[in-house]
């Protein structure tokens, strides 16, 4: 009976350590080529920097291109999942192409972390949306940012301009009923595909509106197009713009015609005037040197979305390592449950606090 023991102890000890010794695999899908790149590029470039070990578990990043083609997202999600049996994904990195692959991480039981502007990945909330965790500040925060800049400088009409797809569509949606709230009219409410080369009968419309000011809500270099083309029309109003232009190039693409824009976003773009007290600051000028060592260029706020992504499963993974091996469907559950209570936990965008009904950040926003 004591050798039985003794060998059943030591089963058990085997066990537990292949359990701790087991690799936790992270796909990783963004769009480094095509349209959305300017999105897509900073966080394919974040991933060398993601944490390789959390806890006990060492983290293994496995990372696809998907071209900015929602089809191409699907693919790679599928293949993730079935060739690389992973236990949660970071990405996509747009949002129609995250609204297209919620279904499929869902089914599969992944965890899907979205570095994606639209709040409708998480809201509202279903049986399906609850697998996802977004990264990026809700379109709401942002507004709020927005129209009390607005309601400040007396804005009473708006002209709004945006893309035709999950981006675009919810920012009409919370814009429009947060600016009645405010005693602001839109009085022009445009939309335009990402590819488009030209947006001119949508700015004309919007011009013959003669708004106070213009909200533009595009991601990534679409957001250049529309408010350019309204500068060369003449338009010399306020001009607005969403987090989804919070990176340098679209400073660099819009030039002089871009000047004078006001946006909300997260705090790396104002760092330097962030108190060393705020419990975000050091971890996003912490970043942003290792991407710049790395890169030689300073990261849009976009890759550090994915970064935070990391951030979020290095914190979540011991608690489900505690409960289940990696790479099994009873360890993507526990890890699922654990993103979810994620509590206070600071990271370059701000402070994370995860909730069952909306399994998104609550982070600060400011308009600058």
């Known amino acids: 009976m004591l050798f039985k023991k003794a060998v059943s102890t030591l089963l058990l000890s085997a066990a537990c350590a292949s359990l701790a010794q087991a690799d936790v695999k992270v796909g990783v899908i963004?769009?480094?080529?095509?349209?959305?790149?300017?999105?897509?590029?900073?966080?394919?470039?974040?991933?060398?920097?993601?944490?390789?070990?959390?806890?006990d578990q060492q983290v293994k990043y496995i990372a696809l291109d998907d071209g900015s083609d929602p089809t191409a997202t699907v693919k790679a999600l599928k293949k993730l999942i079935s060739e690389e049996n992973v236990d949660a994904i970071i990405g996509p990195s747009g949002s129609p192409n995250a609204m297209g692959v919620i279904q499929f991480a869902a089914e599969a039981g992944v965890p899907l972390l979205a570095p994606v502007g639209t709040a409708a990945v998480?809201?509202?909330?279903?049986?399906?949306?609850?697998?996802?965790?977004?990264?990026?500040?809700?379109?709401d925060l942002i507004a709020k940012a927005l129209v009390d800049n607005m309601v400040a400088k007396g804005v009473k009409t708006l002209g709004f301009i945006g893309t035709a797809d999950p981006y675009g569509e919810n920012w009409s949606k919370v814009m429009g009923a947060m600016a009645a709230e405010h005693g602001?009219?839109?009085?022009?409410?445009?939309?335009?595909?990402?590819?488009?080369?030209?947006?001119?009968?949508?700015?004309?419309?919007?011009?013959?509106?003669?708004?106070?000011?213009?909200?533009?809500?595009?991601?990534?270099?679409?957001?250049?197009?529309?408010?350019?083309?309204?500068?060369d029309q003449g338009y010399r109003g306020q001009m607005y713009q969403t987090h989804g232009a919070a990176l340098p190039d679209f400073l660099k693409l819009g030039g002089k015609k871009v000047e004078g824009t006001i946006l909300a976003a997260s705090l790396m773009l104002v760092l330097d005037e962030v108190p060393d007290s705020h419990p975000s600051k050091k971890v996003a000028a912490d970043y942003i040197a290792a991407y710049e060592k790395l890169n030689g260029s300073k990261?849009?706020?976009?890759?550090?979305?994915?970064?935070?992504a990391g951030l979020l499963l290095q914190h979540a993974i011991p608690t489900a390592a505690a409960k289940a091996a990696p790479g099994t469907p009873e360890f993507r559950a526990a890890l699922r449950d654990a993103l979810e209570q994620s509590h206070e936990l600071a990271a370059t965008q701000g402070v994370y606090n995860m909730t069952p009904r909306t399994t998104a950040a609550s982070t600060n926003a400011a308009a600058s």
């Open 30 to 55: 963004t769009s480094s080529t095509g349209p959305i790149a300017l999105v897509g590029l900073p966080q394919k470039n974040s991933v060398p920097l993601l944490p390789t070990q959390a806890g």
């Open 122 to 139: 998480v809201l509202p909330m279903n049986e399906q949306k609850k697998w996802v965790f977004k990264t990026t500040q809700n379109d």
């Open 184 to 231: 602001i009219k839109v009085v022009a409410n445009e939309r335009f595909q990402r590819q488009d080369t030209s947006v001119t009968g949508q700015s004309l419309k919007v011009l013959s509106a003669r708004p106070d000011a213009v909200l533009v809500a595009a991601p990534g270099s679409s957001a250049v197009m529309p408010q350019t083309t309204l500068f």
């Open 299 to 308: 990261p849009a706020t976009f890759g550090a979305n994915t970064f935070d």
